[in-house]
């Protein structure tokens, strides 16, 4: 009998849709071997020179014009896709994803950014294609440009997201709360001290800092002022594939110290947090889910106006962390994790919290569960 096949499509603007597609094929695989995934970035696979011009110059506006993302992100807000724009999608940037359905021969199509999302359920639309398509929403807000009368389900994170989209007209029925997927590898803890001897980290209070996978880190100096605190509490930071800034802070007197690491792209993320007493991190919907799947308090830094703001509201809303504001807060926090007592009580009650908002597992089996 032939295996299933979930065929995973998204897009690199940012790198928390694409590890959401990842996330949810190893986390299919894991619960069902007889499944086979596929995750591509399909702009970027139809167009290879064009596909990554177009991410840089997004990543560059981001990083320099946040107020510009902000605004374009709330001018489109209530607003699908129009169908010319959908066209427009497919002729530029999409003209052969239909031979990649004929080659790959999916049973199911799950999308994980709005770009993909509209070109398959224009597809759909014309009758080109029969084939489910489930939309998973990677942040905690519903933008509209994911919606589409062609989506059979939608993948949500929260009962607020749902309710939004239920408010555009969308059937509750095509709407299944799951959870944003993480990789198998946050469905459980890791052993402390092996992480710590693979590292070279000391068993002493830890603070991971996290960029994102763009490493787009915090802008004043906030960053150096943490260092003040070096001798008693350990320090990681990741920067992702920015290179630039791994370099400038190693070169920083402030930051060569033992009990500091300066990491660029790293792929254990789960047994830092694991770790660690602390999370300081930008609010992508990825990130804070990682986070929330571990139960390590957060601290969130500069959120890009937009998804990232509303992701910072739901988890500060619900007691899973604060947004950074000032060196008092640091002080605030860093003195905390030095008492253990403390830090042990609130980390379990962060435990509890999540146990009763969010199972790690859950968007996996809803989507094999769905299938059946």
Known sequence: MRKKRVLLLSEGFGSGHTQAAYALAFGLRELNPNIQTRVIELGKFLNPVIGPLIMNAYRKTVSKQPKLVGKLYHRQYKKSMNRFTQLALHRIFY??????????KP????????????????????????????TLITDYDAHGTWTSSEVNKYLVSTPLVKRKLTDRGIPASRIEVTGIPVHPDFWHTHDKSEI??????KPIPTVLIMGGGWGIMYSDDILEYMTRWR????????????????ERMLADPAFQHPNIQVLGFTKEVSKLMDVSDLLITKPGGMTCTEGLSKGIPMLFYE???GQEE??????????????LTSTELVDKWFSMILEPYTSVQYRRTLLVKRNQQY??????RAVLQLMQ
Not at 240 to 246: C, F, I, L
Not at 311 to 316: A, I
């Open 310 to 323: 509303v992701n910072c509201e739901y988890f500060v809303e619900y007691g899973f962390g604060e947004m």
């Open 107 to 134: 049973d199911l199509i799950v999308c994980t950014h709005p770009g993909p999302n509209a070109v398959v359920s224009r597809l759909k639309r014309l009758g080109l294609v029969d084939i489910p398509l489930y």
């Open 359 to 364: 199972n790690p597992m859950q968007c996996s």
């Open 95 to 104: 003209t052969h994803t239909l031979k990649v359905f004929d080659q790959l």
């Open 196 to 201: 710590q001897a693979k590292f070279g980290l």
């Open 231 to 246: 001798d008693r509490i350990q320090l990681i930071y990741c920067v992702g594939n920015n290179d630039k800034a791994r």
């Open 303 to 305: 959120p890009i106006p």
